[in-house]
Structures are given as C-alpha cells and as structure tokens.
C-alpha cells in the first residue's frame, strides 16, 4: 500500500517536472545524429534521453537479477546435498571400536 503510494507520488513528481521543463524551455532542437539529422522540442528530447536511460537501467539491473537468480539457484542446490549427506550421516550407526 505504502509502496504503490510512494510510486504514485513519484510518477506525478516527474510529471510535474516535466511539464515545468517544457513550460520553462519551449523551442526546438537540432540533432544531428550518423544518419540524419531531426529537428524535436526539447521537453520531446528529455523524455527521450530519459525513456532510453531507464530502459538502459532496466536491461542492466535484469542482467544482474538474472545472475543472482542463477547464484541462488545453484546455492540451495548446494543446500540440499549437503542437507541429504547430513541426513544420511545422521542414520548411521554409532560403533565403538575400543
């Protein structure tokens, strides 16, 4: 509940950024890019920068999740061998050779 409450006041805190952004700097910019050249607005190109920052961030931060998944995939394997010879460990029988 908190969390979808933070969310929410988050993603209007940006809009509200954004729409000042645009509000404060109307105009047009150049770029010029390898194969041609485009002519945006500049609230048009900060949405822009910034959609492609955060699908960048999110590829990222999956990759990362994919590998900790692996890791922990692998350690609770490791978990239940070593959980299966403790247990085997456990039923053998006591002997005293004195």
Not at 3 to 25: D, E, G, K, Q, S
Not at 47 to 56: E, H, K, N, R
Request: proline letters at 2%; zero cysteines.
């Amino acid at each position: 509940m908190i969390r979808t409450l933070l969310f929410i006041l988050l993603l209007l805190a940006v809009v509200l950024l954004a729409a000042a952004f645009a509000w404060l700097n109307p105009g047009a910019v150049q770029l010029n890019l390898a194969f041609g050249e485009f002519e945006i607005e500049k609230a048009q190109a900060f949405a822009l920068t910034l959609a492609i920052g955060w699908v960048f961030g999110a590829l990222s931060a999956t990759v990362l999740v994919l590998k900790l998944l692996r890791d922990r995939r692998k350690l609770r394997k490791e978990v239940r061998l070593a959980e299966a010879e403790a247990d085997n460990l456990r039923s053998l029988p006591l002997r005293d050779d004195s």
